[in-house]
Nanobody, 119 residues
Framework: QVQLVESGGGLVQAGGSLRLSCVAS????????MAWYRQAPGKQRELVAR???????NYADPVKGRFGISRDNAKNTVYLQMNSLKPEDTAVYYC?????????????WGQGTQVTVSS
């Protein structure tokens, strides 16, 4: 059982930056694959970025070159640095964790944090 607590969302102007944080409970963070998803009104939830246990990263095409995902295992925290924000980035952003060692390989979700980019 893992609980995820997010912070860092807010209102910014186009071209600005935000850094989202997600803190995970428990003692298995180093074995969790982490990711950020987002969901805009009327749209499906979509993967934004992911980072593996080995710190390999992957990004959705719309955010490549602008967003960066990282993790600090000593702090049980994953970050999403968002630069050059656009109005189309406006969405609720969700932290996600997947077990990689124990079975069943459960998936956990944070409560979501609102990011609004004004034009």
């Amino acid at each position: 059982q893992v609980q995820l607590v997010e912070s860092g969302g807010g209102l910014v102007q186009a071209g600005g930056s935000l850094r989202l944080s997600c803190v995970a409970s428990g003692n298995r963070f180093s074995s969790l694959a982490m990711a950020w998803y987002r969901q805009a009104p009327g749209k499906q939830r979509e993967l934004v970025a992911r980072i593996t246990v080995g710190r390999i990263t992957n990004y959705a095409d719309p955010v490549k070159g602008r967003f960066g995902i990282s993790r600090d295992n000593a702090k049980n925290t994953v970050y999403l640095q968002m630069n050059s924000l656009k109005p189309e980035d406006t969405a609720v952003y969700y932290c996600n964790a997947r077990e990689t060692i124990i079975t069943p390989q459960y998936e956990y979700w944070g409560q979501g944090t609102q990011v609004t980019v004004s034009s």
